[in-house]
């Protein structure tokens, strides 16, 4: 859009904003195709090395230059300079470092005497590639090459009039625009542009009235309301709008637009409490925590509330409300899910981890079903030696922290499969301390199910069958069925379980 008003290559396209509001200022009317605009995107840059990732950006800047080819006619080119245009199109995507990196730099140089005016500079998920680099393990590689990209795009450019850059990291603090202080960032907290990110609900209403579709407003809401740009609530998501008008489907339609590999990577690989805190958002409650909106790629692996501040500024959480704290002056968040096409979104997304990694896993769930403790015991063997390190973090994995780390990833997954016949609940402590899942049933045929994970102990225990002795104690010490009887669950319709561990073994009894 911005590329279209801006850009000389649409001037005279007044059909394009007529009846918009922009379109009623004069001021602002005069400057549509006015200028000459570099737009670029990196969104499709997602490949898994660097080698390539470097390649795709190089086949990018050849691309700009090849749609500027006719530079070379110009008087206002040297020969030299109309020899580098030459070279740039000719490496398409293996152009030297040297050149790559100033590429933008001297197209904008090129641009601004041909035309006798500064340039503006659109790009679009500047931070695609970092995300892949982040989660590939090439992160060092792309900052040196991107910073000194971009260090000669947007700072030591001086034909540059404007720039505007998208992406769901901030970037004040980011080692990629450490020598960048011209910067003015915008975020989902910023007043400004609040309600230009997305379509309010007075907008979506309208449509929906105008598309015959009223009585389908609450569910709208339900599947694509929630977002949230500064004080303003009831941001819906345009694409997923678009999409629903046209099919009149309800399905994830944003949330299927990407891989998701970071938010993945940050839940997979996150620690217990990340594990935990998933489990509670896709129950539907609330996390309270503090944001911090510069946060920075390197920081992911050690602070919880920067895995959260990536999820709130991705979109895939909302802020319910946040309130500041006097004494400290700080600001506490309660974020929750933004909507159902966010939570089908984790849900596929926790499904995907099992299915992929072994076909077991539905195998232990009939079997566990169908109270077959022999099957459950060989499969649930099967998927522990493949989803331990799955479920782990770090570069030196911690063997004592296998089994409470798989414990919460096989807890998300039994959210995930089991939640049309089951109301799952995980009541929990920390440490090596007890782990209890219940499976309270929807329907009156189904069993309900009380698992209890214990992790061998061998100052207290000689063999795993004494472990798994003591996990089914524990659950009639603590009494744990008392509470599904409570709900008038009887008592000979409530299986037990305890789950023993013992490194990647696991008994079941």
């Known amino acids: 859009m911005l590329e279209c008003f801006f850009s000389n290559r649409y001037e005279g396209r007044s059909d394009l904003f007529e009846g918009l509001a922009v379109w009623d200022d004069d001021e602002y009317?005069?400057?549509q195709g006015t200028y000459l605009v570099i737009a670029l995107t990196f969104a499709n840059v997602k490949e898994t090395n660097f080698t390539?990732?470097?390649?795709?950006?190089?086949?990018?800047?050849?691309d700009l230059y090849t749609k500027h080819r006719f530079l070379i006619e110009s008087n206002q080119i040297d020969e030299i300079e109309k020899d580098y245009i030459r070279r740039v199109i000719q490496y398409q995507s293996q152009i030297p470092d040297d050149i790559a990196t100033m590429a933008i730099h001297k197209l904008s140089?090129?641009?601004?005497?041909?035309?006798?005016?500064?340039?503006?500079?659109?790009?679009?998920e500047y931070d695609t590639p970092m995300q892949e680099a982040?989660?590939?393990?090439?992160?060092?590689?792309?900052?040196?090459?991107?910073?000194?990209?971009?260090?000669?795009t947007f700072k030591t450019n001086p034909y540059l009039e404007r720039a505007i850059m998208t992406g769901i990291t901030r970037v004040s603090k980011e080692s990629i625009f450490s020598d960048l202080n011209?910067?003015?960032?915008?975020?989902?907290?910023?007043?400004?542009y609040a309600t230009s990110f997305g379509f309010t609900e007075e907008e979506v209403f309208v449509a929906l009235d105008q598309f015959n579709l009223s009585k389908e407003k609450e569910e709208v809401k339900n599947w694509y309301d929630g977002f949230t740009f500064g004080d303003k609530s009831d941001i819906y998501n345009p694409w997923s709008i678009i999409n629903y008008l046209d099919t009149n489907k309800f399905q994830p339609y944003w949330a299927n637009t990407s891989s998701n590999s970071l938010v993945g990577k940050l839940i997979q690989e996150g620690s217990i409490h990340v594990k935990k805190t998933m489990e509670d958002l896709l129950a539907g409650k609330a996390l309270i925590t503090e944001i911090d909106e510069?946060?920075?790629?390197?920081?992911?692996?050690?602070?919880?509330?920067?895995?959260?501040?990536?999820?709130?500024?991705?979109?895939?959480?909302?802020?319910?409300?946040?309130?500041?704290?006097?004494?400290?002056?700080?600001?506490?968040?309660?974020?929750?899910?933004?909507?159902?096409?966010?939570?089908?979104?984790?849900?596929?997304?926790?499904k995907g981890w099992f299915s992929d990694r072994t076909e077991d896993y539905n195998e232990f769930l009939k079997m566990m079903i169908e109270d077959d403790i022999e099957a459950m015991n060989y499969y649930i063997n099967e998927i522990s030696l493949q989803m331990f390190s799955f479920f782990d973090t770090g570069t030196q994995p911690s063997q004592r922290s296998h089994p409470e780390k798989f414990y919460h990833g096989f807890v998300l997954g039994l959210m995930v499969d089991l939640r049309n016949r089951y109301v799952i609940t995980s009541n929990r402590e920390s440490g090596f301390g007890r782990y209890d899942i219940m499976l309270e049933p929807l329907h009156i045929e189904d069993d309900a199910i009380i698992i209890e994970f214990k992790v061998f102990n061998p100052q207290k225990e000689?063999?795993?069958?004494?472990?798994?002795?003591?996990?089914?104690k524990q659950i009639e010490e603590k009494q744990y069925e008392e509470?599904?009887?409570?709900?008038?669950?009887?008592k000979e319709k409530i299986r037990k379980y305890g789950f023993a561990f013992e490194g990647k073994t696991v008994l079941i009894g």
């Open 52 to 62: 390539n990732v470097k390649k795709r950006i190089c086949q990018i800047i050849a």
């Open 134 to 152: 982040y989660v590939n393990g090439f992160w060092d590689e792309l900052v040196f090459f991107i910073r000194t990209m971009f260090n000669a």
């Open 29 to 31: 009317r005069k400057l």
């Open 483 to 490: 509470t599904l009887i409570a709900k008038g669950i009887p």
């Open 182 to 192: 011209n910067l003015k960032v915008v975020t989902t907290t910023s007043q400004e």
């Open 462 to 472: 000689h063999t795993l069958s004494d472990t798994l002795s003591s996990a089914l």
């Open 109 to 124: 140089d090129f641009l601004s005497r041909y035309y006798n005016k500064k340039v503006i500079i659109l790009l679009d």
């Open 294 to 350: 510069q946060i920075v790629f390197s920081q992911l692996k050690h602070s919880q509330s920067a895995i959260w501040s990536v999820l709130l500024t991705s979109g895939y959480l909302r802020v319910n409300h946040f309130t500041l704290d006097q004494t400290w002056n700080r600001y506490s968040y309660e974020l929750v899910l933004t909507n159902k096409e966010v939570l089908f979104m984790f849900q596929n997304m926790i």
